[in-house]
């Protein structure tokens, strides 16, 4: 069993849409990351939470720590934001876990 | 300020031979953890270094191992090289210490295994 479960596998929206990105995980964690990648490979870290809610842009991730749960929202998606969203869990060790991510399309 | 530099970014190189990655994390940042990603694992934890000692380890055999130098840059060497090892290899740097701060990530070296 995987410590971190994503869903959806794969995602495709029309512009404008409202996108939900949810994350399990079972471990203890210190922090929950929310991750960005293009193809091409480069990644960009978008978010890293312990609790409540952080919002950057059109761009909302929350933790329910007691839930073990995170969801990563896109607000008025965009074609740009067609990646792979990946979250990732850290524990005071500074080790990482993984989710299998989430490929988002977004269609114009 | 300069992001976290990896190089070099594409290689190739033949079965059995070894190879050695190279990362420059942002100035200021001591930690720098590595990460291998292929289609059928995913993203995995390698290994996390924080002033020049791995904090660190992930379940990877002996043939992967790295070091960080005195001025933050870290090296990950990976011998007798497999089939299976050809991935894509990114590293990531942090402030470290004992406060989990945000990570940065380079823009990894894809290694191609023949």
């Known amino acids: 069993k995987n410590e971190v479960e994503q869903s959806p596998q794969n995602l495709t929206a029309q512009e404008g849409e409202f996108i939900t990105i949810n994350c399990s995980y079972s471990v203890g964690i210190s922090a929950l990351h929310w991750l960005q990648q293009h193809p091409g490979g480069g990644i960009v870290s978008l978010f890293m939470?312990?609790?409540g809610k952080k919002k950057h842009g059109r761009l909302i991730a929350t933790i329910n720590i007691q839930e073990k749960h995170s969801s990563l929202h896109i607000t008025a998606s965009h074609p740009r934001d067609s990646a792979v969203y990946i979250c990732?869990?850290?524990?005071?060790?500074?080790?990482?876990?993984f989710g299998t991510g989430t490929s988002l399309t977004v269609i114009p | 300020k300069a992001g976290v530099t990896q190089t070099p970014r594409y290689l190739i190189k033949t079965r059995g031979q070894q190879v050695t990655l190279s990362c420059s994390p942002i100035s200021g940042h001591r930690s720098v953890s590595w990460y291998q990603q292929t289609p059928g694992q995913g993203l995995q934890f390698l290994f996390e270094?924080?002033?020049?000692?791995?904090?660190n380890k992930g379940n990877f055999p002996g043939r992967f191992s790295g070091r960080q130098f005195s001025n933050s840059r870290s090296e990950m060497n990976v011998s007798t090289l497999e089939l299976g090892d050809s991935a894509l290899y990114l590293c990531?740097?942090?402030?470290?210490?004992?406060?989990?701060?945000?990570?940065?990530f380079g823009s990894g070296t894809r290694l191609t295994v023949v």
């Open positions: 990732a869990v850290s524990n005071t060790g500074n080790q990482f876990y």
């Open positions: 939470l312990s609790s």
């Open positions: 270094y924080f002033s020049e000692t791995q904090r």
């Open positions: 990531a740097s942090s402030l470290g210490g004992t406060v989990n701060y945000g990570y940065t």
